[in-house]
């Protein structure tokens, strides 16, 4: 029926354009009969004629037109229903109607028609009725309900959302157009220090039995303001764990509480100071410029590949006003680390590097509801940062960070947390047992971890681009009610479901924090985004694989395989680890000289060390090794050529991938491919492109991320990430397959 009136109504419009032309029609007009007196003639032998009689066309006549009521909205209305046209002649004049007047189903109210008709003999006839839309008793109730709503809010400044009508008890659900200023169940999240109040829609979507309908209501927000100032300072010791990094010991640091505030302040230059060891500190000037900049610079000379000595300067200024953390490009964050006592890149020399420099960038600090505060005692100036954010911004990029439980601050080193030994993971009970564990939460510091963990994925995140959002916020608000209102656990539950629903094997929740005693999460399969659940699956077919062949995936050969009549060997390598190098160059040692192939099975290879990577291709290639990588933060990209003093061994080699194989795996096979070291066979790797870190909120939790710095392949003159993975060049139905593995192995040797 809807459709039918929809053709009905252009049927009425094509005869009201008709009806525009300028023409009239007039109502035909019946004449009066005449009689004719008869004439008396002779009479004659012919037949007396006798004439037709005349047949007189009556005017149609209407019925069935009355008044009708009709509920809004309705979809099944006909105008000319039930009335019908009765006409001596014609019989389908209904469909010569023309109507005048529209009824608007949408709107509540009366209509008045008018029905016009006219016959062929020119007989034309009215009719005029009213149609009166009313409300439905449903919308009705939900009008009631809607006329009263009130928004009110709740002690905390929260918006309380009823979800049914007072009156009639309609349904209501809310949504938002700024999930990231008050959410949909009502939570408001006050825009940043110094940004302009936000003005907010709240839809009611109201539903009253088969009615619905939407209603807005517009809120605005106000910002969060500046502190008023520090009312409080502690002394802490430091101490100092790492074995990578000679970091010294002191008695005592001062860290400062502004407002009766729970969140720990640090000065920029304490800190600095704090942390040498793992920065070189002496190269490092802290300089205040006007009344409310600091200035950190410092410049690295080295030699260039050709011999000369080039210096490189490096400069960060904060804005206390703005509350603006500025740098010239992100190089700023990690070219004053100091050396690891492990070499690394044992081996390797740089032996050219090509650059695409960064571009300048300001953190608005403010904007994620972080106050810098400048604070004078007698005649020393403190210039103080939340301490979670300076560590962030000055130790985050370089493996080391300074962590605070409310009675001490440790030192600790990511490759403890990435991967902890039996002491590791000692230790990681001792930095989180404190006073504070008797203790909930404050206030302030559940909204710096909110804020914080915005900030770290936003300028930190390596994979930040995977979101088409302005702000990680629009995601992470979705929690934000949790983290600030719920219980210490809760809020650590939440913490860890934000690791795990970035959905990115790089990214995981290392430990809950210090407002608890130290207790675990359990991880399970739902906790995963899909690509995670996906690389699970993949493991686990693996797994059943390896067990079908060697009786267990722990099995694996921990020397070279030989087969194909000792022509080939296979190494399977399950991870990189500093000593792998010499661990691979031990087992090449002992092929015996009929091997021709060697194949690197990274199938259950997961990935690790990268400098071990770059030291294996010296046993590959005697050609420089390039290693790609870029910074989606500022732009910056690099090309690095290395040269290893290592002998490479002469063989055909082949890696073979899964899609398990990941991280620096992947990125050996992306080189190896690239630039030919290698044939590339088995399944398209999982990807995996960037290096982890380790952020430290301020709620005492730890999470390892994806960063800026992204593994990448070069092709035509352009970087790209290689997150997604590798492709093969020869593909392997089964990758565990040594006839399957000849068979490539023959391909690629005879040039097909």
């Known amino acids: 029926m809807k459709k039918l009136f929809f053709v009905f109504l252009m049927v009425f419009t094509a005869l009201s354009v008709l009806a525009c032309n300028g023409q009239t029609t007039q109502a035909p007009t019946t004449a009066a009969p005449t009689t004719v007196a008869p004439t008396t003639v002779a009479p004659t032998t012919a037949e007396p004629t006798t004439a037709a009689p005349t047949t007189l066309d009556i005017a149609p006549v209407f019925s069935g037109v009355e008044d009708r009521t009709v509920i809004k909205g309705a979809t099944d209305f006909d105008l000319l229903e039930g009335i019908t046209i009765n006409d001596d002649f014609d019989t389908n004049l209904l469909e010569e109607v023309v109507v005048t007047g529209e009824v608007d189903l949408t709107t509540a109210g009366e209509y008045p028609i008018t029905l016009t008709v006219t016959d062929v003999a020119g007989n034309t006839v009215t009719a005029e009725f009213t149609v009166t839309v009313i409300l439905s008793e449903a919308e009705t109730k939900a009008l009631a309900d809607i006329e009263a709503i009130v928004l009110n809010k709740d002690s905390n400044g929260n918006y309380i959302l009823p979800t049914l009508g007072t009156v009639n008890a309609s349904t ?76 010294a010991n002191q008695e005592a640091v001062d860290v400062f509480f502004a407002d009766n505030g729970a969140l720990p302040y640090i000065d920029v230059q304490t800190f600095i100071n704090l942390i040498d060891g793992a920065i070189d500190s002496s190269i490092v000037s802290v300089i205040p410029v006007g009344e409310d900049i600091l200035r950190v610079e410092y410049s690295v000379e080295f030699e260039d590949f050709d011999g000369t000595m080039v210096t490189e300067s490096y400069w960060a200024e904060i804005d206390f006003t703005a509350n603006t953390f500025t740098v010239n490009n992100f190089s700023f964050f990690e070219n004053y680390v100091a050396s690891t006592s492990s070499d690394y890149g044992e081996g390797l020399t740089y032996v050219d590097a090509a650059y695409v420099d960064g571009q300048q960038v300001t953190i608005p600090l403010g904007f994620y509801s972080f106050d810098l505060l400048i604070h004078t005692e007698g005649e020393t100036t403190y210039y103080l940062m939340p301490l979670h954010v300076t560590n962030l911004l000055f130790a985050g990029n370089i493996y080391y960070d300074v962590y605070y439980n409310g009675d001490k601050l440790w030192g600790i080193d990511t490759f403890t947390i990435s991967g902890p030994d039996e002491a590791g993971l000692a230790l990681l009970d001792q930095i989180r047992t404190s006073s504070f564990n008797s203790l909930t939460a404050p206030k302030d510091i559940r909204w710096a971890t909110y804020n914080f963990l915005a900030l770290s994925i936003d300028y930190f995140y390596g994979l930040r681009d995977r979101y088409d959002v302005n702000s990680y916020y629009e995601i992470l608000s979705a929690h934000a009610k949790d983290i600030i209102l719920s219980t210490d656990q809760f809020m650590y539950q939440k913490v860890f479901q934000v690791a795990y629903s970035l959905d990115d094997l790089h990214t995981s929740h290392v430990f809950t924090g210090y407002y608890d005693a130290p207790f675990d999460i359990t991880l399970y399969l739902n906790d995963l985004g899909p690509k995670t659940v996906m690389f699970y699956e993949g493991l686990w077919a693996m797994q059943d694989l390896l067990t079908a062949k060697f009786g267990s995936p722990d099995s694996l050969p921990t020397t070279a395989r030989l087969i194909d009549n000792d022509k080939t060997a296979i190494i399977y390598l399950t991870g990189f680890t500093i000593d792998s190098p010499n661990e691979f160059k031990a087992i090449m040692d002992t092929l015996p000289t009929t ?158």
């Open 172 to 247: 209501i659900i809310w949504t938002t157009d700024r999930s990231d200023v008050i959410t949909r169940r009502g939570f408001v999240i006050k825009p940043g220090i110094g940004e302009d109040p936000a003005t907010v829609i709240l839809t009611a979507n109201v539903i009253q039995g088969s009615f619905k309908t939407t209603v807005p209501f517009e809120v605005v927000v106000e910002p969060n303001v500046e502190l008023n100032g520090i009312t409080s300072k502690v002394s802490l010791p430091f101490e100092g764990t790492s074995t990578e990094y000679v970091v």
């Open 595 to 752: 091997v021709e192939n060697v194949v690197i099975d990274l199938a259950y290879n997961t990935g690790g060390n990268l400098g071990a990577v770059l030291r294996i291709f010296g046993y590959m290639t005697e050609n420089p090794i390039v290693y790609h990588s870029q910074n989606p933060a500022d732009g910056a990209a690099v090309s690095y050529f290395i040269d290893s003093s290592y002998v490479a061994y002469d063989y055909n080699w082949f890696i073979v991938t899964s899609s398990v194989t990941f991280s620096a795996a992947n990125l050996m096979a992306s080189m190896a491919k690239e630039q030919g070291i290698a044939t590339v066979i088995g399944k398209n790797s999982s990807g995996g492109a960037s290096s982890i870190g380790a952020i430290y909120s301020p709620d005492g939790s730890c999470l390892l991320i994806s960063t800026n710095n992204v593994l990448s392949t070069y092709i035509d003159g352009e970087y790209f990430s290689i997150e997604d993975g590798i492709e093969v060049e020869y593909l392997m139905s089964n990758v565990t397959s040594d006839s399957i593995l000849i068979s490539v192995i023959e391909q690629v040797n005879a040039g097909n």
